[in-house]
């Protein structure tokens, strides 16, 4: 199993910055992806940005140019860096890994909120 903790969401302004951190502990040596994902109220989970093993990553198009995902496998943590926040980015966002062998964790959440 592998647990994960979201940490460093919270309210900014439009055009802000805010940067997350997801803590995983476990069986980490089995992580093949992790990264982001986030659900506003009334629509679907959707891709953020994730990060693979061999440290591609893969951006939602909506976010593309302002957020920066980042991990380092020392402390076993993935960092989103998001600039430029737009109102249409509040949501809560969600960790989200993938091992070898295809088994899936989620963290539980953390709010962001961009205000106009």
């Known amino acids: 199993q592998v647990q994960l903790v979201e940490s460093g969401g919270g309210l900014v302004q439009a055009g802000g910055s805010l940067r997350l951190s997801c803590a995983a502990a476990?069986?980490?040596?089995?992580?093949?992806?992790i990264g982001w994902y986030r659900q506003a109220p009334g629509k679907q989970r959707e891709l953020v940005a994730h990060?693979?093993?061999?440290?591609?990553?893969l951006y939602g198009d909506s976010v593309k140019g302002r957020f920066t995902i980042s991990r380092d496998n020392g402390k076993n943590t993935v960092y989103l860096q998001m600039d430029s926040l737009k109102p249409e980015d509040t949501a809560v966002y969600y960790c989200?890994?993938?091992?070898?062998?295809?088994?899936?964790?989620w963290g539980h959440g953390t709010q962001v909120t961009v205000s106009s």
């Open positions: 476990g069986r980490t040596f089995s992580i093949d992806t």
């Open positions: 990060i693979s093993r061999d440290s591609s990553t």
């Open positions: 989200k890994t993938v091992l070898a062998g295809g088994y899936i964790y």
